[in-house]
């Protein structure tokens, strides 16, 4: 989807950036990601993201008062279920900001993640503000497709598709930001379907079952050693219990495990 970022990219620099965008694509696919980072940068003192500003020091700890999250897991009350977002999540949340405004900067983001889960009340709740907002305020809403969102609300946004990544951007990114094993990274990137999300998930399969693996190999090395064999395996491991409390890194311990199987 980087024909997508790219025209965001280039709405923010502008500073031109519709007063409502709805993000569309495959559950998975990184569309909630860019829409985190979208109202970072909308919030941004710098007016870039730039994560030292105070702005986006609040944002980074999930503590920014200028950011309204709302998503169908939100509990207002004890007794939600967390299944839709209902009309009080947007009276609640969006209403009295529209004539409070920001609190520390100049914008307000309204990030309304899997908008196609909002019942009808909310979506009518939200029309008005969505036709007519404040000058200092910025929706973002994220949908598996568009067709699920009410047509009163799509025809408010201006949309943006997110389709499947290339196997090789996954690939880096997982390298990269996970700092994945190359051959552990090009399989999940392989098996994702263009998905990051999904790619990260089969990730974390891939290493289960890797630690799985090592570990039989070390039982089966184990039940075949000698009683001197066992007993120098397990102080061993005893030191590198000790060292990882001492702080040394995941890597080394995983090193020393191949070495014991």
Known sequence: HGGATAA???????????HALLFVGPEGVGKSTVAEAYCRT???LSKNGCGQCPSCRRFA???HPDLVHIHPALKLDPEDK?????IKAVRRMVMPRVTVGPA???????WIQDAERMTWGAANALLKTLEEPPEWMRFVLTATASDAVPPTVLSRCVSMAFGPVGREVIMEGLIRVFEAEPTAA???ASLSSGLPGRAVR???EVGARDRARRITE??????????GEALAWAERLQEACLGSEAGESVSARVALADGLA
């Open 8 to 18: 965001l990219a280039r709405m923010l620099a502008s500073g031109q950036e519709p």
């Open 82 to 86: 967390g299944e839709v977002i209902q």
């Open 42 to 44: 909308v919030l941004c």
């Open 61 to 63: 700890v999930g503590s």
């Open 218 to 227: 070390v039982v089966a090395a184990l039940a075949a050693a000698t009683p």
């Open 202 to 204: 089969l990730l974390e």
């Open 104 to 110: 520390t900067g100049e914008r307000v983001a309204v």
């Open 186 to 188: 090009a399989e999940a």
